[in-house]
């Protein structure tokens, strides 16, 4: 089984737990074997692989909003940026579109692709288009039950307007055998600084990496 280790300036494991400097998670096929400070993990794994990150390494995001932003907004193909822009479109704009099930499907892969782009590794609310349940399901994005209308509006970015902390998946980093998705946001925390007030600042647009089911499915460029 292959054994990676994804290393990091910083490691917040979520759930109060305290901040791991020079943070590392072992991940060993699709789960986690172990967190903790890298010269640990590295000596107990040498043959592992490392992948090494800048910033902080947290538990995958949740976005609150997955109907509003896979059923209820369309994703323009690169192709149409010209007429219709590169945001999400809504309200009048959406109504305006001759929208198919087959350019519902293109429009939730599209949409999937900026939520991992953003640390996102679960939605929460109930999706009912077949062809965006679909593109979710194929993208091994967890879909997470909604108890309460999220106040919006939707957002990509799932650090937006909420605390950090909220929008984390469970079980915190830490939990060995738990899945393994995580994501990793370009952040400097100066020494004796606030990383979730960081955080924050720089939102979710920052992320550099984001891990699902132990599988790297976005790095930035």
Request: glycine share 12%.
């Amino acid at each position: 089984m292959a054994l990676t280790i994804h290393r990091a300036d910083l490691l917040l494991p979520g759930a109060g737990r305290a901040p791991v400097p020079d943070g590392a998670v072992l991940v060993a096929g699709d789960s986690i074997e172990a967190v903790g400070g890298y010269d640990e993990l590295a000596a107990t794994r040498p043959a592992a692989r490392v992948r090494r990150w800048p910033g902080v390494l947290t538990p995958g995001l949740c976005n609150a909003y997955g109907p509003e932003l896979l059923e209820q907004a369309y994703h323009p193909d690169p192709r149409e940026v010209g007429e219709l822009g590169t945001e999400p479109l809504t309200g009048d704009a959406l109504a305006a579109l001759e929208m198919t099930d087959a350019r519902w499907g293109a429009s939730a892969r599209r949409g999937v692709r900026r939520m991992l782009a953003h640390g996102t590794v679960a939605v929460a609310g109930t999706l009912r288009r077949e062809t965006v349940v679909d593109a979710v399901a194929r993208s091994g994005l967890g879909v997470e039950r909604r108890f309460s209308e999220p106040p919006g509006p939707a957002d990509l970015d799932p650090l937006a307007g909420r605390p950090v902390e909220e929008a984390f998946v469970l079980p915190p980093l830490g939990f060995e055998g738990r899945q393994a998705d995580f994501a990793v946001f370009d952040v400097d925390v100066p020494p004796g600084g606030d990383p979730y007030a960081a955080l924050a600042r720089a939102g979710a647009a920052s992320c550099v990496a984001t891990v699902l089911d132990g599988r790297l499915v976005h790095r930035r460029a």
